[in-house]
């Protein structure tokens, strides 16, 4: 009987399992489940999450989504550290794994400025990878009531946005505007972005380095002018962007981004080392945030993606052909991803 392994219990595993079970699939095939966390976070909920009062329902258990939607699946909680393509082995933190196809799905790992400071106010400096450090946000503004984020992507906007209400939030962007990625080209909706931040009396710095913490404050130096100053700010958030969080495959590492995992419009995975060769991994298929999607040269870093790019591989896994498989067309207007995003946090998008 062939087995598939899907390692990684975010929504992109989620989809998966959930495309599988509706094609029940899962009736002939050994279907094993690894992932270093039993829960999956809904991490778009997550930025109001941290600025509300009350604690709300946030995370959903994996062994209640198994049961729930009835799937036949092993499932083991374990941190993988290896693959290895050719013995088609996995290697965790507590077993060894044999499979027939791989799909990888362990999302990706927020970038970390360097910023100098003490070991002992570390904690007060956050970067969301896992539900547990916006649990530790949510302790640390607690006692704040400056807050300063980093980074004025979608994350950083919307964090600001969220925090405002509540806090004196500064936000720091090294780039000569806010949302410079998500909206280029668009310099009107860009400033719109700005004057709602304007309008929250969110303090906006552009073109700015944050390179030390100390005793409360962040400081920071323009890029252009030089001008040395800095924000006070009792917890710091990194929104500064995401990396592939990814185990060592066949020897290469992936920390720092030299060499990259690659999945073409089918899902099939492959790396480009840091030489730009290419090595071609059989079997692997790549979902969700943890690949590099080539139709937009890019990573797309998004739920939207995470959804589709489950379902698109949960299909094709079963096709030997590639005219049979279903190709995975992403490449979203912004007003798509806008509603996405609304219906997501007014739940109407959800695990259904
Ligand atoms: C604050 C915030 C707001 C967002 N808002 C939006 C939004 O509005 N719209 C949108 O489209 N997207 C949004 N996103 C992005 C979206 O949430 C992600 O793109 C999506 O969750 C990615 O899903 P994933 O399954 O690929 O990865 P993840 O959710 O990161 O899941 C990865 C899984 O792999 C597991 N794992 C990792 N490494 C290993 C290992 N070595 N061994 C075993 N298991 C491992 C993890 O435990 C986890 O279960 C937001 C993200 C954040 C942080």
Redo the contacts with the bound molecule.
Sequence with gaps: MEKIVL????????KFMEELKRQNKDKNTEILW????NF?????L??SYIVKDKDEKVIVQVRDFIKEKGINVHWIE????TVDTQKKEIT?KKGKYNYNKLII????KAKLPRIECAESVKEKITA?N?FYD?KKVKENLKDSKNVAIIGAG??GF??SVNLSKKFNVSLIEFELDIMLALLTGKPLYRKITGKILDLRNVHVYTLTRAYKFEQNKLFCDNIETKENFYVPSETIVF?AGVKQ???VIDGYAFETEKNILICNDFGEAWIRDENGRRKILNDVCA????CYYLNIGNY???????ERS?KNVARNIFQSKCKNKKRLDFNPSLYS?FL??IL??LRLISLK
């Design positions: 390692i990684g219990a975010g929504y992109a595993g989620f690894l992932s270093k966390e999956m976070t809904k991490k778009w997550m930025d374990d941190e993988i550290e965790g799905a362990t999302g990706s969301f896992s916006f979608p994350i919307e964090m929104a969080n990814l185990p979902i969700g945030d943890s797309p870093a998004s739920a939207m993606f995470a489950g991803k996405d995003m997501r946090r």
